[in-house]
């Protein structure tokens, strides 16, 4: 078994950096020769830790496939160290092969008391704003501005392992260590992928608001409400989406919520239709108790689709019943609307709901 260890000067702190990567937190990478333990081998696990602005990179690596117990034995002594681990895909395949790997040779494994912090699993949800070909980790390192020496892939050292079991050399050590190490490397760059995903699990202040006009696809003029969010951690690159009512935009220090407002005449539903009537001629509903003062030839008893009053103002949309009262085009939409008022704009709290409540959307939503 050969052992590497590796200083380096954290040159690039931040906010999330300092947040994820702490002392009591754990980077890890594993290679194997295929994705099955019971089939395969596991050859090398390469770990970071932090000392201060310094952290330190380790690498365990089996010579042969009979170390393969023994790597994974000093791998597991140095992470009871350490509460939080922090991976790249590392809760759908390192730790389950690695569980594997521990029944095989009967150690006791510490993985069921952790904490973790998949980063892969945290950028796979955000796929609508992140557009990439795939979400490799090479990929998004690329997408990142991170570059690295490695050319290969797990998949194809594969083969590089086999050959030099028969006949080890050098250079086939270098290729096989470089990749692992620049896997764990990395990630910590790859860190700074998590403030999308803080973004829209709220690290946001709203700075502002403001309406605007804009001409649609068709020369339509439109009204639209935006907000101006400070993001608590920078967003490394521009980015956008959008859906039916809203787009927002993300870069740097600061993100715009763009929302499109309706302006006209919008219906509030009332519960209990069995307690109204509906007139015609008004094309409204009122109660029944008042309704006994109209002709029995102007009325008629109300429906859950004709149970309404009408309203004309500017509305905003929103997915959830965060405000009331809330109006409808039709009793049957889930989309609601309520009205724009100064309240609503003055009110910190209420805009943060309402910016969450929109980021909830996003993540729920099927692009």
């Not at 295929?34 to 932090?50: E, M, Q």
Request: glycine share 4%; hydrophobic share 35%; aromatic share 16%.
């Amino acid at each position: 078994m050969k052992i590497w260890n590796k200083t380096h000067h954290l040159t690039d702190t931040n906010l999330i950096l300092n947040e994820t990567f702490t002392e009591d937190a754990f980077f890890f990478d594993i290679e194997t020769t295929g994705f099955s333990p019971a089939y395969t081998f596991l050859y090398l696990i390469g770990c970071a830790h932090r000392v201060g602005d310094n952290f330190i990179i380790t690498q365990y690596f089996a010579e042969t496939k009979e170390e393969e117990g023994a790597i994974l034995s000093a791998f597991l002594q140095e992470l009871c160290y350490y509460q939080t681990v922090i991976s790249f895909n590392g809760l759908g395949f390192d730790i389950p092969y690695l569980k594997k790997k521990c029944e095989k040779y009967g150690l006791t494994h510490p993985f069921d008391k952790k904490d973790y912090i998949d980063i892969y699993k945290e950028v796979s949800g955000l796929k609508f704003l992140l557009k990439l070909p795939d979400y490799k980790q090479k990929t998004i390192e690329r997408f990142l501005g991170l570059s690295r020496n490695d050319t290969f892939s797990g998949g194809e050292l594969i083969e590089v392992y086999q050959n030099y079991l028969k006949t080890p050399d050098e250079q086939a050590i270098f290729f096989l260590k470089q990749h692992n190490y620049e896997d764990v490397l990395g990630m910590t760059g790859l860190i700074a992928i998590r403030s999308y995903r803080k973004l829209f699990d709220g690290a946001f202040t709203v700075n502002s608001t403001e309406t605007n006009i804009y001409k649609d696809c068709n020369g339509i003029p439109q009204k639209e409400l935006i907000l101006t969010l400070q993001n608590q951690y920078p967003i490394p690159q521009r980015v956008s989406c959008q859906t039916d009512a809203f787009y927002l935009i993300c870069d740097g220090m600061q993100s715009k919520l763009r929302i499109h407002l309706f302006e006209g005449t919008l219906k509030f539903f009332f519960d209990h239709p069995e307690d109204y009537y509906y007139l015609p001629a008004e094309d409204m509903a009122i109660h029944k108790s008042v309704a006994t003062y109209v002709d029995k030839d102007f009325r008629k008893k109300a429906t859950a689709d004709n149970c309404y009053t009408k309203k004309d103002a500017i509305f905003v949309p929103q997915y959830e019943t965060l405000i009331t009262p809330f109006f409808k085009e039709s009793n049957k939409d889930k989309l609601t609307y309520f009205e724009l008022t100064r309240e609503f704009l003055d009110s910190d709290s209420l805009l943060r709901q309402y910016t969450s409540h929109v980021f909830r959307h996003f993540l729920a939503a099927k692009h």
